[in-house]
């Protein structure tokens, strides 16, 4: 059973950093991409950045700039450094994975608050 399981979220000043972690489990395969969204109280889940197992990365616009998505294809891990942190970031995280065949695997979230 494939799991996906993040780590890092927190509580952070504004102008803060944090740094969040996914890993996948019991997979046999390498996921083509693997992306982190958020959703916020009232909001729809929108993506926040992936990056394609060819090494390609698409950012939302909120996250360029400030947002860094690197991953290990190997060990089908994903993080995502959060430079420069906003109130308006605060959300539940999910970590995203597409694998060759078949739907998407989610992870349950971790919450990042942006708060003096």
């Known amino acids: 059973q494939v799991q996906l399981v993040e780590s890092g979220g927190g509580l952070v000043q504004p102008g803060g950093s944090l740094r969040l972690s996914c890993a996948a489990s019991?997979?046999?395969?390498?996921?083509?991409?693997m992306a982190w969204y958020r959703q916020a109280p009232g909001n729809e889940r929108e993506v926040v950045a992936r990056?394609?197992?060819?090494?390609?990365?698409t950012y939302a616009d909120f996250a360029k700039g400030r947002f860094t998505i690197s991953r290990d294809n190997a060990e089908n891990t994903v993080t995502l450094q959060m430079d420069s942190l906003k109130p308006e970031d605060t959300a539940v995280y999910y970590c995203?994975?597409?694998?060759?065949?078949?739907?998407?695997?989610w992870g349950k979230g971790t919450l990042v608050t942006v708060s003096a």
């Open positions: 995203n994975g597409v694998p060759p065949n078949g739907m998407d695997f």
């Open positions: 990056r394609y197992r060819n090494g390609f990365r």
């Open positions: 019991g997979s046999d395969f390498i996921f083509n991409s």
